[in-house]
């Protein structure tokens, strides 16, 4: 039973593990602190999981988890499993794309995003991952009236750091 | 850069090919949480055992001198010491158990350990500034037992106000003692979990 658990839930992650990936990008400073966050979320996914019973969103249920292991750890090395990670989330697209700038203009995206505070963080990542103001409350516990005021004011935010940071300012 | 565009970036990132096989995976589920109420959980079992480890160490002591006079009073006090430490770990255990839901929303899961954070602490502060008085109070009576009918070169009101005011100097000391190590122990996440959540609440106002 345990195995057969572990093998839905490690398909699972499989599947989105770039979800888990681009929180560690967000929240954490360094490679070092990606790795110890990425392990500390899978863990704490592993632990709710037999307690997942699909009340909600595969997506939701992850954020939720992912994002609350994200803002309540406290930042510090200890023992863990060596993992390969990439230094950025690069694929084939990416690759081509070196030359237009690709990597450029992501590096720019998540300076910006870490310029963000916790919260905004947090919106913002679950706005660009398309996700309405229904899902967006029901990860994060806030109204969707002040999901919206709180975005307009994020994408002002991120417009104006955006824009400096293209403008070598 | 434009917003349309930004969120272009992001899905492009997401349909990265990254490095993460399943053995690798399935060894971190080995590994165990290192999170904040998983170390005061390890924390809680490492008291309980040096706890047990004193205990032993002690009933070795009485069990060596069993001509001792006061032997029944240490007997009863470490008895009532025992049912105490025991009452405040399973209530600390208990508390650690309800401190977090890591699936519930993000804003009711911080909520939660912001408040269990802040009695936890308050129980840590209170129990070691009333343990540090009872303890030394019950010294002081187990010396005033074992002395009696010895003479001592001081009055005797002399030695019971030496007595008071090493006791209140120890009380002071160790006041502001506590409050600096759970300052540093807990304090700063304290705040951080206060400031994310006053971010949340000050959105919902405005």
Known sequence: ?169 | MELEKLKELWDNSSNASLSMNAEGLSQILNNSARGPIASIKRNLTIEVLLVILLYGIIIWLISNHVDSTILYFDIILLVVAGILFLVYAFYKYKLLNKMECMACEVKSNLNLQLNSLEKLVKLYFRVGNIGIILVYLVAGTISYIEASGETVPIPHYVEILLFLAIGAVLVVINYHFSRWYLFNLYGKHIQKLKNILYEMDESEVR
């Open chain 1, 1 to 169: 039973m345990k195995n057969r658990n572990e093998k839905e839930f490690l398909a699972l992650i499989s599947e989105h593990e770039g979800l888990i990936h681009k929180i560690c990008h967000v929240y954490a400073a360094d490679a070092l602190g990606k790795q110890d966050l990425f392990q500390e979320i899978v863990i704490q996914l592993w632990k709710s999981f037999e307690s997942f019973r699909n009340e909600s969103k595969i997506s939701t249920w992850m954020y939720r988890v992912a994002l609350n292991t994200a803002l309540t750890e406290k930042r510090k090395s200890s023992k863990k499993v060596s993992l390969s990670f990439p230094s950025s989330f690069k694929d084939d697209k990416a690759q081509e794309n070196v030359v237009d700038g690709y990597e450029e203009n992501l590096n720019i995206l998540y300076g910006a995003i870490s310029k963000l505070t916790e919260v905004e963080k947090a919106i913002v990542m679950l706005y660009l991952d398309d996700k309405g103001y229904g899902e967006m409350e029901e990860v994060l516990g806030i109204s969707q009236a002040t999901l919206r005021v709180k975005m307009n004011r994020v994408k002002e935010k991120l417009r104006q750091i955006t824009k400096s940071s293209q403008h070598g300012t």
